[in-house]
T-cell receptor, first 114, second 115 residues
Framework: GENVEQHPSTLSVQEGDSAVIKCTYS??????FPWYKQELGKRPQLIID?????GEKKDQRIAVTLNKTAKHFSLHITETQPEDSAVYFC?????????????FGTGTRLTIIP | GAGVSQSPSNKVTEKGKDVELRCDPI?????LYWYRQSLGQGLEFLIY????????KSGLPSDRFSAERTGGSVSTLTIQRTQQEDSAVYLC?????????????FGPGTRLTVT
């Protein structure tokens, strides 16, 4: 089955600096890669996703890149703000529409230092 | 509109007892998922329902775990003879099937504690 590894497990970044979280996956058939943000005690929420026919996607301060050959994808947050502090999870799925089970990474606890 | 809801929000049970956890998906969503999140860990897939198709049960950790989805809407996850290692937050998610609106929307979860 699919295996998703995520690094680092914790990350502290000065406010205003950039943060990068990296994930690798094992199943070459995976083609949908979402990123979820989970604040303390709250439900995971999708912040950005990318499909295998795209190499990069941006949404304001957030971007995701995908390298299918190397089977890795990364989340980039620029101009970090205190409200970016949370646990971030990457995930992978075989379905182009994401309507199949997600295999999650183990999460990255991001702390923004004011 | 209403999001995914789950009940109860918290459940404390004694080892060996059975528990039922409920999920109400977003109206019109045909795909429903159950995940488990242990303390400080990522989300672990349990089971997936898609329309009238047979569910994907490949993530259920043992035969003590089962789930139903009645009428294509509400789902119940049942854990029989609970063990301490079953303690976790159980999250339900739903999504639209067969469209580009593929986001899985999560419920608030049920925190299960087995004593």
């Amino acid at each position: 089955g699919e295996n998703v590894e995520q690094h680092p497990s914790t990350l502290s970044v000065q406010e205003g600096d950039s943060a990068v979280i990296k994930c690798t996956y094992s199943d070459s058939a995976s083609n949908y890669f979402p990123w979820y943000k989970q604040e303390l005690g709250k439900r995971p929420q999708l912040i950005i996703d990318i499909r295998s026919n795209v190499g990069e996607k941006k949404d304001q301060r957030i971007a995701v890149t995908l390298n299918k050959t190397a089977k890795h994808f990364s989340l980039h947050i620029t101009e970090t703000q205190p409200e970016d502090s949370a646990v971030y999870f990457c995930a992978a799925s075989r379905s182009n529409f994401g309507n199949e089970k997600l295999t999650f990474g183990t999460g990255t606890r991001l702390t923004i230092i004011p | 509109g209403a999001g995914v809801s789950q009940s109860p929000s918290n459940k404390v049970t004694e080892k060996g007892k059975d528990v039922e956890l409920r999920c109400d998906p977003i109206s019109g969503h045909t795909a429903l998922y159950w995940y488990r999140q242990s303390l400080g860990q990522g989300l672990e897939f349990l089971i997936y329902f898609q329309g009238n198709s047979a569910p994907d049960k490949s993530g259920l950790p043992s035969d003590r775990f089962s789930a139903e989805r009645t009428g294509g809407s509400v789902s119940t996850l049942t854990i029989q003879r609970t063990q301490q290692e079953d303690s976790a937050v159980y999250l339900c998610a739903s999504s639209l099937a067969g469209t580009s609106e593929s986001e899985q929307y999560f419920g608030p979860g049920t925190r299960l504690t087995v004593t």
